[in-house]
């Protein structure tokens, strides 16, 4: 699992690798969604207030805007997020609030993934051409998809 208490504190950042997505997590997963950055604000001296247009909700819950929160981004393990950016998020309720962080599984989209939230034929998606975690990424969405069409989780 990843480390997220410093995402609410001044610690320094350690997080320990991604394993396969398991339905378990997925489950505890607050949201997961591919959204666009529509504002970032500052929440206290440590966290920032994200505002994300959902563009494709993974986990079929219907919000079509959240807030999160992630760290400042200075070695605390924040999301380095800013506005216009389209994200995959994966979130976690960390002490009552809703938090992504660079030890999980959000990740930065950008043109190089051809728009990764508008491919639907994953089965024809070029892995080879993309980094591991773009793939890691494609494949967890690949799989969200299938849990979320076929049954309630």
Not at 67 to 88: N, R
Request: aromatic share 8%; proline share 1%.
């Amino acid at each position: 699992m990843t480390f997220f208490a410093s995402i609410l504190s001044a610690e320094a950042c350690q997080c320990k690798g991604l394993k396969k997505l398991r339905k378990a997590e997925l489950l505890n997963a607050e949201s997961v969604f591919i959204g666009r950055v529509i504002s970032v604000d500052s929440a206290d001296s440590w966290n920032r207030v994200v505002v994300l247009e959902v563009i494709d909700n993974l986990k079929k819950d219907g919000r079509k805007k959240m807030s999160i929160l992630t760290g400042g981004g200075m070695g605390d393990c924040g999301l380095p997020i800013k506005a216009g950016q389209e994200w995959y998020i994966f979130t976690q309720t960390i002490e009552g609030k809703v938090a992504a962080t660079i030890c999980g599984r959000s990740m930065l989209l950008n043109d190089s993934l051809a728009s990764i939230s508008n491919m639907h034929g994953y089965d024809n998606f070029l892995f080879e051409k993309y980094s591991d975690n773009v793939r890691r990424v494609a494949e967890e969405i690949k799989y969200i998809r299938r849990k979320y069409s076929t049954t309630v989780l």
